[in-house]
């Protein structure tokens, strides 16, 4: 399981990127609530523990548990329809030996290492109608416990993930093409009927997801009720200009201070860093991502095998995505989701969970060197 690397071909550059962008996030944090700092530190210790050992581990050894982690997904993901703790109307966390969790921010990294060993054990007939089926019910399974919960997205992070690894494990394009020739069409006529006033498509439990989209798409009329988070947001970003306001200011004018944006140490930490730092700190922030993402896809060309490939590029995709619609919400272009930006908002299960993915994909990267 444990193999002799030479310490040159560890990507360290990789390393360096994750820890500094999860240090701005404690920074950031720490100026919202100092009492979560602490907590974002021990996170940050220990999911640079779990990454570092993870990625002395040979993952093809690992992956031969994929049958386990796809049960053990589906476990704790039931677990929290059943006895799930719930905040804000949506009931995603679960609560064990006293430690409070996500199990949907864990499920995205199982989901990746399932699909990996999955596909590259049957590769040969990755192309044929029932294997692709067979794919799409084995991910559909957890997809909707997600969606249930309700967390609709997380729910498109996932789907957007399966996407990737379909594609990335060699999918036809004559096949995707049909695909979205079916898929694109369904999806317009199915906004147009849900956007309709008496519409009964969406349930009850599931219609603030609605109202946010419907307040995204009519941003004027709705801009003192619905939309006047993502507003404040703008304004603290645009506030901070170029080098921003300084860290923990305590100018009267600070949207931060006023507390005019709820969940600011978690959703909306970017406008914390675009009023604080300004224009340089929000673009150290969108590079410093953009760098991870294209450090995972470089891995994953060199990868060794077909299930390096598809967890290199999965966690890529994963932080890529997630960090572009966080932000995309925060700065009023997306609609507001609830997505964590990674490395950088508070949450220790999301924290510990993109580290130990960036964890996979360093062992990845050196198995490329093994070949």
Known sequence: MLKQYKIRHYDFKLVLMVVSLAVIGIFAVGSVDAALQSKQIAGLAFGIFLMLVISLFDYSVLLNLYWLMYVFNLALLALVILMGYSANNAQRWLVLAGIRFQPSELAKILLILFFAQFINKHKENLNTFKYITLCVILFALPAGLIFVQPDLSTTMIVCLIFCIIMFTAGLRWRVIIGVLAVAVPAFLIFMYLVLQPDQKIISERHLYQLNRVISFLNKEETSNSTGYQQEYSVMAIGS?????????????????????????????????????????????????????????????????????????????????????????????????????LPFVSYGLTSLVSSFIGIGFVLNVGLQCQQK
Do not use: H, W
């Open 240 to 340: 901070g200009q170029l080098t921003g306001k300084g860290y923990k200011n305590n100018q009267i004018s600070s949207v931060k201070n006023a507390n005019f944006i709820a969940e600011q140490e978690t959703d909306f930490i970017f406008a914390v860093i675009g009023e604080e730092f300004g224009f340089v700190g929000s673009c150290t922030v969108i590079v410093l991502v953009l760098l991870i993402s294209v450090e995972c896809l470089l891995i994953a060309r060199r990868a060794k095998d077909i299930a390096g490939t598809i967890i290199a590029s999965g966690v890529g995709a994963m932080l890529g995505f997630q960090a572009f619609i966080n932000m995309g919400v925060v700065t009023y272009l997306l609609p507001n989701t609830g997505l964590p």
